[in-house]
């Protein structure tokens, strides 16, 4: 998968180091599709990661062959 990440993202991630690549990718692919609620092109994704067992929440939008990351984050 080829990521894109927005400004948000790339400036929280310092706060945030144990929220890498592939934790994102296997929430966005092990999730179902969740329509944001206030935003019609953003989607959600929520999911157990395995190592950590922690719920991780990642919004997203689909944009041609790229997915630009809006934010990530542990619930």
Known sequence: MKFEY??????????????DDYSVEYCIINSNV???RLWDDV???ITIIPPSN???KVVYKIKGKHIKILT???L
């Open 43 to 45: 989607l959600n994704a």
């Open 6 to 19: 927005s400004f948000h993202y790339i400036k929280s991630k310092k706060y945030r180091p144990d929220i």
């Open 72 to 74: 990530a984050y542990w």
């Open 34 to 36: 969740i329509k944001d």
């Open 54 to 56: 922690r719920m991780l």
